[in-house]
């Protein structure tokens, strides 16, 4: 089973509707983020959170809102999707305690009409 | 936060060493250099950290010089499932929520 797992993979919806991409991890991790990549682009962060209470803005945060269920639960939403929206989003977890960096889900490739 | 840059693109060929420079001249003294590989519809995968010196792990090897202000990242023996980007970062890993993966280096291996 995938350490870190996203769902839905793929979604297409249309302009104005709200939706929530999840994310869950196994890997008992404090802390959770998610990312947006836009083709050719690197990632960009919308929002982290260093444990259940704890959850901040990243670079691009505007039209996006974040729930930190559980430790290992944090999900996206977007309230009133619009077409700009439309990339692949992901979700990492880490422990900065280990050299091991951020591990990344495979990603929810996200379609705006 | 230090800048990094690394070429956009790089090809070679299967069974040759690929190896990828990262600038970064201003790095700080707590900062790591870290690798990252990211295939196609993939999450990017963590590859080797590293410090000082030399680094190698049974992916790869990061050979950092004494000023630390460039890194090269050293593939032995690509193959074409090595075909991906690679993303250079740099910073403090107690504070990884600052690091930025840039556009990277898309590495291309032809058989």
């Known amino acids: 089973d995938a350490d870190v797992t996203q769902t839905p993979r793929n979604r297409i919806t249309k302009t104005g509707k709200r939706i929530m991409l999840e994310c869950s991890q196994t890997?008992?991790?404090?802390?959770m983020y998610w990312y947006r990549q836009d083709p050719g682009l690197g990632l960009r962060l919308i929002y982290y959170?260093?444990?259940?209470?704890?959850?901040n803005k990243g670079e691009i945060s505007d039209g996006y809102s974040v729930s930190r269920q559980a430790q290992a639960k944090f999900s996206l939403s977007l309230e009133s999707a619009i077409p700009n929206q439309t990339a692949l989003y992901f979700c990492?977890?880490?422990?900065?305690?280990?050299?091991?960096?951020?591990?990344f889900g495979d990603g929810t490739r996200l379609s705006i009409l | 936060l230090a800048k990094t840059t690394q070429p956009i693109s790089m090809d070679s060929y299967e069974g040759q060493e690929v190896n990828i420079t990262c600038s970064h001249n201003?790095?700080?003294?707590?900062?790591?250099i870290t690798w990252y590989q990211q295939f196609p519809s993939q999450g990017p995968r963590f590859i080797i950290q590293?410090?000082?010196t030399k680094v190698t792990n049974e992916v790869a090897s990061l050979f950092i010089p004494a000023d630390r202000k460039s890194s090269t990242l050293s593939l032995p023996r690509v193959s074409l499932s090595d075909t991906a980007v690679y993303y250079c970062?740099?910073?403090?890993?107690?504070?990884?929520?600052?690091?930025?993966f840039g556009a990277g280096t898309t590495v291309t291996v032809r058989a």
């Open positions: 990492a977890t880490s422990d900065p305690t280990r050299e091991s960096g951020q591990h």
């Open positions: 890997k008992g991790h404090d802390r």
């Open positions: 959170s260093f444990d259940v209470k704890d959850i």
């Open positions: 201003n790095i700080a003294t707590n900062d790591y």
């Open positions: 590293g410090y000082k």
């Open positions: 970062l740099v910073g403090d890993w107690s504070n990884d929520y600052k690091l930025s």
